[in-house]
């Protein structure tokens, strides 16, 4: 059985904010761009593997999402990160949290 994490982004920069996390050194990541009501698009990306430490991973996934926040300024921007170990929203997240969900893809 394949573990994988998968990473839900909502908002009008959800396509832009993906391509930006596939671009973190480390991640392996595919993904789904989905049209929903009123034009807003929703990104389901599936992290399959990490290469190097989880910690450093979460602290490079955290400042993606705070990069991210702070450029979109008015827009509406939701990520949440979901594995079999886990679910969080990314808003309040701790880089603790970020690993704990990450875990999954160590075993």
């Known amino acids: 059985m394949i573990t994988a994490v998968q990473v839900a982004i909502a908002g009008e920069a959800a396509e832009p904010a993906v391509s930006e996390l596939m671009a973190i050194p480390g991640l392996s990541v595919s993904y789904e761009a989905q049209t929903q009501k009123e034009g807003t698009i929703a990104v389901i990306a599936t992290i399959v593997g ?53 875990k999954a893809l160590e075993q």
């Not at 827009?75 to 079999?84: L, M, R």
């Open 50 to 102: 990490i290469a190097g430490g989880t910690v450093a991973l979460a602290e490079q996934i955290r400042k993606w999402y705070q990069e991210w926040k702070q450029s979109q300024s008015g827009q509406t921007f939701d990520v949440v990160i979901q594995s079999p170990t886990g679910r969080i929203v990314l808003e309040d997240a701790t880089i603790e949290e970020i690993c704990q969900v990450l």
